[in-house]
């Protein structure tokens, strides 16, 4: 796994062919590389994390899916570590 900092609250995850982007500690959107495919949470969080959201996603769009989902995935990645 590798973790990339994109700012001081905005953390990029990176494992198994996936980008968890992370903020406030809290997943929001993940990109699957084999499917191409962006999932982005229905949940309005902030201003500031739909910014960042939005500038994540760099002008793809992104299927709204449950925060639970993106929730699950990463509690499964924190028991893999």
Request: no cysteine.
């Amino acid at each position: 796994m590798q973790v990339n900092q994109l700012s001081q609250n905005a953390t990029e995850l990176i494992f198994e062919n996936k980008y968890l982007l992370i903020s406030y500690k809290t997943p929001v959107a993940l990109f699957d590389v084999r499917t191409g495919e962006y999932l982005v949470t229905e949940k309005f969080w902030s201003k500031t994390t739909s910014r960042r959201i939005n500038t994540w996603l760099d002008g793809n769009i992104g299927y709204k899916v449950a925060q639970s989902l993106l929730d699950e995935i990463y509690a499964k990645i924190g028991a893999i570590l």
